[in-house]
């Protein structure tokens, strides 16, 4: 059984909006953050959001002011909306799970302890 479940994505034109979800109710909210990543083709992974068991959310500098990351009432699905996307922001988009550490930070990829299967986001000019 998947531990975290992503759906969403698909493909959108530049300036468009995306919504991805992610079903992390094999988790309490208080036992985990969570977070999202995404990898370009033959690129790193990088961080875009951070949700710590606070409340608290961490954006990475490009997507600040237009991306949000929330939970619903009842904390078991994350939500990550997108918008005014860039092509340069196609790729695959994943789920990520860590521990309930608050870091006060963006999470790293070597912090992760688990991965959602990814979602692909297209974006096209």
Known sequence: QEQLVE???GSVEAGGSLGLSCDASKYHYS???LAWFRQ???KWREVVATLYTHGK???APSVKGRFTFSQDAA???A???MGDLTPSETGMYYCARAGPLIRWRLLRPDEVDYWGQGTQVTVSS
């Open 75 to 77: 904390r078991t699905t």
């Open 57 to 59: 959310t961490y954006f």
């Open 7 to 9: 759906s969403g994505g």
């Open 31 to 33: 036992s985990r953050c």
């Open 40 to 42: 370009a083709p033959g």
């Open 79 to 81: 939500y990550l909306q």
